[in-house]
């Protein structure tokens, strides 16, 4: 069973950071995948903060994070990361992540899991 459990969300200052996890069990990050960013605020549309996806090294960055937010994985530890900089109080959000794996895995492709999420708050 394909399980995703994110972490590392808190109450930030603006221009503060914080780190992102996305511990994934059930797959192994030795084989393709792609692992997406996903963030909702109150009222809004869901967005695609970012995407990456191996063994290519793909990346994607919506531009509304762009040169803020970094986006890696570590196969040994089977975790995707989000390093995010500069924070905004308009990057407050609940902020989850998805993958997909196997062959056919991209960034450009729906997902086929996602974890339940972790809040960041941003105050002005």
């Known amino acids: 069973e394909v399980q995703l459990v994110e972490s590392g969300g808190d109450l930030v200052q603006t221009g503060g950071s914080l780190r992102l996890s996305c511990a994934a069990s059930g797959f192994t990050f030795d084989d393709y995948y792609a692992i997406g960013w996903f963030r909702q605020a109150p009222g809004k549309q869901r967005e695609e903060v970012s995407c990456?996806?191996?063994?290519?090294?793909?990346?994607y960055y919506a531009n509304s994070v762009k040169g803020r937010f970094t986006i890696s994985s570590d196969n040994a530890e089977n975790t995707a990361y989000l390093q995010m900089n500069s924070l905004k109080p308009e990057d407050t959000a609940l902020y989850y992540c998805?993958?997909?794996?196997?062959?056919?895995?991209?960034?450009?492709?729906?997902?086929?899991?996602w974890g339940q999420g972790t809040q960041v708050t941003v105050s002005s």
């Open positions: 998805a993958a997909n794996y196997g062959a056919g895995s991209s960034c450009l492709r729906g997902y086929d899991y």
């Open positions: 990456i996806s191996m063994p290519d090294g793909m990346t």
